[in-house]
């Protein structure tokens, strides 16, 4: 079902957006970077069509499993990602945030410039904060230090696994975010933790691929839109 839903949806796009050599270098671009409370961390290398777009909209994107809570006026607050966190009524309550001053929940960090590495905790929040090309932004289930070092973006890209061309789309097409996990030295992952690493690696790849073309579909929308409103105006 999911193969011929993604199969239509690749032919729809090809119709309404024909690929030209001048978009090839058109899209902005921005890293994430997850690091789970066992040490993996997880890079994430997006394009997206947009002059910019919030942190959740990064995060989600990326195609990593999220989980958020509403909060009205304040935006969305991270529950879960990749499946750590907590559950929507203990995220509604405090954020995921325990007790005790060192309790881990989801911290949302950013260099003051890319490769300064000193990444400092966003207080507005992933729905407030405007990620723009060039951006590198960090989620860390801590309560303190991430322990990350100064990356740039190119950092980000080649251990997101991008290829030497950039990961530009064919033909001008949005390109698929670029998806790795990296483990410490000396980490064992059990059989189950495996199976739901397997299984959570597919819904990225999905995810990702649902994602791209969604920003494809919505650019081409604002194009069209535009065009018509211009050709209106010449009109009057």
Do not use: K
Not at 100 to 108: D, H, I, K, L, T
Not at 111 to 128: E, K, V
Not at 182 to 203: C, I, K, N, S, T
């Amino acid at each position: 079902m999911i193969r011929a839903l993604l199969g239509v949806a690749l032919v729809v796009l090809a119709w309404l957006a024909p690929p030209t050599a001048a978009e090839d270098d058109s899209w902005n671009r921005a890293g994430l970077v997850v690091r789970h409370g066992d040490g993996r961390v997880v890079y994430a290398y997006v394009a997206f069509s947009e002059p910019s777009i919030s942190g959740i909209e990064l995060l989600r994107r990326s195609g990593i499993p999220l989980v958020t809570v509403g909060f009205g006026a304040l935006g969305e607050g991270v529950c879960s990602v990749a499946g750590e966190g907590c559950g929507v009524n203990e995220c509604r309550q405090r954020v995921c945030q325990g007790a005790g001053a060192n309790a881990p929940f989801w911290q949302y960090l950013r260099q003051s410039a890319p490769g300064a590495g000193d990444w400092r905790f966003l207080s507005l929040g992933g729905s407030a904060t405007r990620v723009r090309d060039g951006d590198i932004d960090c989620w860390s289930w801590t309560g303190g230090d991430p322990g990350l070092p100064p990356l740039t973006l190119a950092d980000v890209a080649r251990l997101a696994g991008v290829p030497a061309n950039g990961g530009a789309g064919a033909g001008g097409s949005l390109p698929t975010p670029a998806v790795r996990e990296e483990v410490p030295a000396g980490y064992v992952r059990d059989r189950e933790d495996d199976g739901d690493r397997q299984g959570m690696l597919a819904y990225v790849a999905t995810g990702a691929v649902l994602a791209a073309m969604a920003g494809v579909l919505g650019a081409v929308v604002a194009r069209n839109r535009r065009a018509r409103g211009t050709g209106v105006e010449e009109a009057a």
